[in-house]
Nanobody
Framework: QVQLVESGGGLVQAGGSLRLSCTASGSIFAINDMGWYRQAPGKQRELVATIPSGRSANYADSVKGRFTISRDNAENTVNLQMNSLKPEDTAVYYC???????????????WGQGTQVTVSS
């Protein structure tokens, strides 16, 4: 199995920065897409940024120019640097990966447990 563990959430004032990190562990054979999603209270989970293996990153329009996603394939980690944070960025942020374990021939969607990001005005 493949597990994702996030870290780095917290409380920050508007205009501040936070960095989220996610590490995949377990019986990993391969990971293709990795990324971050978020879910605010009363809203659906939405894409924040994704970074396919060996390809360019994709960002939600609402975070372009403020957030930067990066990936370390050797360490199976994905990070999200969040700058110029706004109150509307407040949400639970979830790490996501499409991963194949050593005991499977298929890629499956994996989710972390989520980390809270709160931006005060």
């Amino acid at each position: 199995q493949v597990q994702l563990v996030e870290s780095g959430g917290g409380l920050v004032q508007a205009g501040g920065s936070l960095r989220l990190s996610c590490t995949a562990s377990g019986s990993i054979f391969a990971i293709n897409d990795m990324g971050w999603y978020r879910q605010a209270p009363g809203k659906q989970r939405e894409l924040v940024a994704t970074i396919p293996s060996g390809r360019s990153a994709n960002y939600a329009d609402s975070v372009k120019g403020r957030f930067t996603i990066s990936r370390d394939n050797a360490e199976n980690t994905v990070n999200l640097q969040m700058n110029s944070l706004k109150p509307e960025d407040t949400a639970v942020y979830y790490c996501h990966a499409n991963a194949r374990s050593t005991t499977s021939t298929y890629f499956y969607s994996r989710w972390g447990q989520g980390t809270q990001v709160t931006v005060s005005s």
